[in-house]
């Protein structure tokens, strides 16, 4: 999509958040208590828009209205049920076969992928890559329109530290001086609910970055600041990295993550305007989304 096709939208979220379609059209958030689910729920829910989750946990805390549907995308009577009456679909990336065959049946007319910037660089046998890229496909061979959003690294990534900081100064990890493009979750729930109920983004893949290129040791820094700390990064061997991850991760995984980090000491990472184009103003640095969260360090 060209940049004046997504200024005008930007410009017309800023002045209407319920954009061109109808309200009362209902969308079903699957992932719906994540930080990027729950944020697009949470956004078409105030904007007015009527709402659907499909989750596990009935007993969340869901805005005001919302219906809820128990059950998860690995269950095809649930996803069926949960897609009945449905037009809009922001799809979380997970058991591909049974959705696009609940997909062919039901009358979803838009699906936003929730899908990764790995899929642009990432071997074929990459499993995080791989995850992504069968979701994308799901969406494409559905038949609704679809909207890819493919952001890079999460800056909520950085609460995989906060158990050592709440414990002491010293982080350990691997690949310190891998340089990431962090981008607020809450950045791409707005650009997520945008695309849902935007009929102009049409079958369009769009790059999603934070403002700015950091390191994890500069990401550290920053919580420092935050923090009113003097928090060390303690550089590990890969042995000890991937003896670390493998306590919370299956060895094809372990190698995803470890060969993303190794790439990003390698590559330098493109900052991408489309949030800021879609949103209608700039992204959150990391420093803001650290100062937001600063509890879940302390």
Request: glycine letters at 8%; aromatic letters at 4%; charged letters at 20%.
């Amino acid at each position: 999509m060209c940049g004046q096709r997504l200024a005008a939208s930007a410009s017309d979220s800023a002045a209407d958040p319920s954009g061109t379609e109808k309200r009362g059209t209902m969308i079903l958030i699957t992932g719906a208590t994540g930080a990027v689910g729950g944020g697009v729920l949470a956004e078409l829910s105030d904007a007015g828009v009527s709402v659907r989750a499909l989750t596990r946990r009935p007993e969340h805390p869901f805005p005001a209205g919302v219906e809820v549907v128990v059950g998860d995308l690995h269950d095809a009577a649930t996803v069926e049920r949960a897609l009945d009456g449905v037009r809009g679909l922001f799809l979380f990336p997970e058991a591909p076969t049974v959705v696009a065959e609940a997909l062919r049946r039901s009358p979803v007319g838009r699906v936003v992928t929730l899908s990764s910037s790995t899929v642009l660089d990432r071997p074929v046998d990459d499993v995080i890559a791989r995850r992504h890229r069968e979701a994308e496909a799901v969406a494409e061979a559905s038949g609704a329109t679809w909207v890819h959003l493919r952001p890079g690294a999460f800056a909520s990534n950085a609460l995989r530290w906060a158990p050592a900081i709440r414990a002491g100064d010293v982080v350990n990890g691997v690949y310190g001086d891998a340089v990431n493009t962090p981008i607020d979750p809450a950045d791409i729930a707005s650009v997520a609910a945008r695309a849902l109920i935007d009929e102009r983004l049409e079958n369009i893949a769009l790059t999603l970055s934070g403002p700015q290129a950091l390191s994890a040791h500069e990401q550290l820094g920053i919580l420092s600041e935050v923090l009113g700390r003097s928090l060390q990064w303690r550089e590990l061997d890969l042995s000890q990295a991937r003896a670390g991850l493998a306590a919370h991760a299956d060895a094809a995984m372990v190698e995803s993550m470890l060969g993303l980090q190794a790439q990003a000491v390698r590559t330098v990472p493109t900052l991408s305007p489309t949030v800021r184009e879609i949103i209608g103003h700039d992204p959150r640095t990391f420093a803001d989304w650290a100062r937001a969260h600063a509890e879940k360090f302390r």
